[in-house]
């Protein structure tokens, strides 16, 4: 059965965000794959333990919402606490979880260390989907982007291209 965590938004398997203090050699910073990296961190933390979930009735579709636990802890919200996730686009979210958000934004864990482009935007315009996706496609979409999620880098997109001046 496929649940997918209430409350929270994470980057899609093929999708790629961008480290501003890793060195390289091309003209965008390093890529990240945000998407496989919060699928593996998740797996990691799950392990081989029994995962309960109490699933939304409301919720429609093929894919069940719900909030998955394994153990005492709540999956959707560590995923907040490390930066994996951000609260879903005008979803109710409880205090608990904006408060491991903000510690996630303040902390610059995970997706809020780096250059990404908003989920719900990337899902609006990316093309390719597949697993075999170039970090270069969504560092043109970031140029152009329209919806800002990651505050320690709000003006990074109106920097001049030459720096040397």
Same mark, same amino acid.
């Given at each position: 059965? *496929? &649940?997918? %965590?209430?409350?929270?938004?994470?980057?899609? *398997?093929?999708?790629?965000?961008?480290?501003?203090?890793?060195?390289?050699?091309?003209?965008?910073?390093?890529?990240?794959?945000?998407?496989? $990296?919060?699928?593996?961190?998740?797996? +990691?933390?799950?392990?081989?333990?029994?995962?309960?979930?109490?699933?939304?009735?409301?919720?429609?579709?093929?894919?069940?919402?719900?909030?998955?636990?394994?153990?005492?802890?709540? %999956?959707?919200? =560590?995923? $907040?606490?490390?930066?994996?996730?951000?609260?879903?686009?005008?979803?109710?979210? +409880?205090?608990?979880? +904006?408060?491991? #958000?903000? #510690?996630?934004?303040?902390?610059?864990?995970?997706?809020?260390?780096?250059? &990404?482009?908003?989920?719900? =935007?990337? /899902?609006?315009?990316? &093309?390719?989907?597949? $697993?075999? /996706? @170039?970090?270069?496609?969504?560092?043109? %979409? $970031?140029?152009? @982007? =329209?919806? =800002?999620?990651?505050?320690?880098? +709000?003006?990074?997109?109106?920097?001049?291209?030459?720096?040397?001046?």
């Amino acid at each position: 059965m *496929l &649940v997918r %965590l209430s409350d929270i938004d994470t980057c899609d *398997l093929p999708q790629w965000s961008f480290d501003p203090h890793a060195a390289t050699a091309g003209p965008s910073p390093a890529p990240v794959a945000c998407g496989a $990296l919060a699928m593996a961190w998740l797996k +990691r933390l799950v392990g081989d333990r029994r995962v309960t979930c109490l699933l939304d009735p409301g919720a429609t579709g093929t894919v069940h919402v719900g909030v998955c636990r394994v153990g005492s802890l709540d %999956l959707g919200r =560590e995923m $907040l606490r490390v930066g994996w996730a951000r609260l879903a686009t005008g979803g109710a979210s +409880r205090p608990d979880d +904006r408060a491991a #958000q903000s #510690q996630a934004i303040g902390g610059r864990h995970g997706i809020w260390g780096t250059y &990404v482009l908003d989920m719900d =935007e990337w /899902r609006k315009k990316a &093309v390719d989907r597949t $697993l075999g /996706r @170039r970090p270069v496609a969504d560092w043109n %979409l $970031l140029s152009t @982007r =329209e919806r =800002e999620i990651s505050p320690a880098f +709000r003006d990074a997109h109106r920097q001049p291209r030459r720096r040397d001046r």
